[in-house]
Nanobody
Framework: QVQVVESGGGEVQAGGSLRLSCAAS????????NAWYRQTPGKERDFVAR???????NYAVSAKGRFTISRDNANNTVYLQMNNLKPEDTGVYYC?????????WGQGTQVTVSS
């Protein structure tokens, strides 16, 4: 079983920064990629950023130039550095870990950006 735990959320003013962390533990093998998603009430989870085990990255249009996803393979941790935050970045951020054994999700961490 794989456990995924997000942390680092909080409340900031527009223009501020946060760094989210996603730590994976348990029976991890064949980790392929990690991704961050954002969800607001009543809406589906939206893709934010993804990083492969080789370090290749992809970003949503809204995240490009402001967010940076990175990983620390030694500690099975993925980070999402979020700069110049906007009120529309508000939501619960979920980490998804994709491995040869399947997809695993964390419980989410709340990010609130006030104007």
């Amino acid at each position: 079983q794989v456990q995924v735990v997000e942390s680092g959320g909080g409340e900031v003013q527009a223009g501020g920064s946060l760094r989210l962390s996603c730590a994976a533990s348990g029976s991890i093998y064949g980790m392929l990629a990690n991704a961050w998603y954002r969800q607001t009430p009543g809406k589906e989870r939206d893709f934010v950023a993804r990083i492969s085990n080789a370090g290749n990255t992809n970003y949503a249009v809204s995240a490009k130039g402001r967010f940076t996803i990175s990983r620390d393979n030694a500690n099975n941790t993925v980070y999402l550095q979020m700069n110049n935050l906007k009120p529309e970045d508000t939501g619960v951020y979920y980490c998804r870990a994709t491995s040869a054994g399947g997809d695993y999700w964390g419980q989410g961490t709340q990010v609130t950006v006030s104007s």
